[in-house]
């Protein structure tokens, strides 16, 4: 099994180094520091699922890699589109893309019927790039749980969690996933195929559209949201929304809100990613995360002005800091 990873930075890097160890042909796309230092020592993983160095191919040109089984796409959501057409030497006529990815996928639309059937999403994709050079037909959903950071170049450390969610966007439990899945069990992650990969992308989403914009306006860590009245408020009322928004697309939430509200205040005092991004001054996955939520809700006719606002003061704070324009 040829498998690449496209972004080998902590989520990344941790699939692609948990796939060599158990010996597939695994090559890991990455730039700068990261990829001197794998070119020289190797990746080093530490934490959670163990100690261990693997040697995988590294490059940061996809064309010395050729066609692939399986790319696994790991890049924030923001980057896809810049990078789409620099995949096209990874993708032969069967190769399958994973979209280990937060937020709204691009290919939300492809594989149902009725008349939203293939609708592109313009937060998430507003070129179609992703669409007509990746193909819907590629994508494989994925659900991201582990916790990981790239400590050093080349060296991560997996804080916790071992699940990763496939699911295809027909719902079908085809072939390639689960051949897909089994590699990555083997590995050591809890690999389900799911046949409603859409709420289980709910599900995550849920928290990070309240949850990611408010820790980014007031810095505060979701125990701290969670345990404010104030801003435990303003979630409800941004999850409220978001959950009327899923209901016109024909997902039911598992769970209730505040059930969702408490189980993110388990988490304790953790920064969401938003935050760290902002505090590291890097691009926000805005659009993936609020905006698309906020577009979904007008292609079905839900009002989301909660949503909006967080849309809006985020992203001003967001150019008022340098890292959006």
């Given at each position: 099994m040829k498998v690449?990873?496209y972004?080998?930075?902590?989520?990344?890097?941790?699939i692609?180094?948990?796939?060599?160890?158990i010996g597939?042909?695994?090559t890991?796309?990455?730039?700068?520091?990261?990829l001197?230092a794998?070119?020289?020592?190797g990746l080093?993983?530490?934490?959670h699922?163990?100690?261990?160095t693997?040697n995988p191919?590294?490059?940061?040109?996809?064309?010395?890699?050729?066609?692939?089984?399986?790319?696994?796409v790991?890049?924030?959501?923001?980057?896809i589109a810049?990078?789409?057409?620099?995949m096209?030497?990874l993708?032969?006529?069967?190769?399958a893309?994973?979209?280990?990815?937060?937020?709204?996928?691009?290919?939300?639309?492809?594989?149902?019927?009725?008349?939203?059937?293939?609708?592109r999403?313009?937060?998430?994709?507003?070129?179609?790039?992703?669409?007509?050079?990746?193909g819907?037909?590629?994508a494989i959903?994925?659900?991201?749980?582990?916790a990981?950071?790239?400590?050093?170049?080349?060296?991560?450390?997996?804080?916790?969690?071992?699940r990763?969610s496939?699911g295809?966007?027909?719902g079908?439990k085809?072939a390639?996933?689960r051949?897909?899945?089994r590699a990555?069990?083997?590995a050591?992650?809890?690999?389900p195929?799911?046949t409603?990969?859409?709420?289980e992308?709910?599900v995550k989403?849920?928290?990070?559209?309240?949850?990611n914009?408010?820790?980014?306006?007031t810095?505060a860590?979701?125990?701290?949201?969670?345990?404010?009245?104030?801003?435990r408020a303003?979630?409800?009322?941004?999850?409220n929304?978001?959950?009327a928004?899923?209901a016109?697309?024909?997902?039911?939430?598992p769970?209730?809100?505040?059930?969702?509200?408490?189980?993110?205040a388990?988490?304790?005092e953790?920064?969401?990613?938003?935050?760290?991004d902002?505090?590291?001054?890097?691009?926000?996955?805005?659009?993936?995360?609020i905006?698309?939520?906020a577009?979904l809700?007008?292609?079905v006719g839900?009002?989301?002005?909660m949503?909006?606002?967080?849309?809006?003061?985020t992203r001003?704070?967001?150019?008022?800091?340098?890292?959006l324009?």
């Open positions: 690449c990873v972004g080998a930075g902590a989520i990344g890097g941790l692609g180094a948990h796939l060599a160890r597939k042909e695994v890991l796309i990455a730039r700068g520091e990261h001197a794998m070119r020289a020592r080093r993983v530490t934490g699922s163990g100690d261990f693997v191919r590294v490059t940061d040109d996809p064309a010395e890699a050729g066609p692939q089984n399986f790319v696994v790991a890049l924030k959501a923001h980057q810049a990078i789409a057409d620099r096209a030497p993708l032969g006529p069967e190769t893309v994973v979209m280990a990815v937060n937020g709204v996928p691009w290919w939300y639309f492809h594989g149902i019927e009725g008349p939203l059937a293939g609708k999403l313009a937060s998430v994709d507003p070129d179609g790039k992703q669409w007509d050079l990746i819907p037909q590629r959903g994925c659900v991201i749980y582990p990981a950071e790239m400590i050093a170049p080349g060296e991560i450390r997996h804080i916790e969690n071992d990763l496939l295809e966007p027909d079908t085809s390639r996933a051949l897909f899945s990555l069990i083997k050591g992650f809890k690999t195929v799911k409603d990969i859409r709420t992308i709910w989403l849920w928290g990070n559209v309240a949850f914009p408010i820790s980014a306006l810095g860590t979701l125990k701290a949201i969670c345990e404010d009245p104030g801003t303003v979630a409800r009322s941004v999850m929304e978001a959950e928004v899923a016109k697309l024909g997902v039911t939430m769970i209730g809100v505040e059930s969702r509200i408490d189980g993110a388990s988490v304790g953790h920064k969401t990613s938003m935050l760290q902002f505090e590291r001054g890097r691009l926000i996955e805005l659009d993936a995360i905006g698309a939520v577009e809700g007008d292609i839900v009002d989301t002005p949503v909006d606002a967080m849309y809006a003061l001003r704070k967001a150019v008022a800091a340098g890292i324009r």
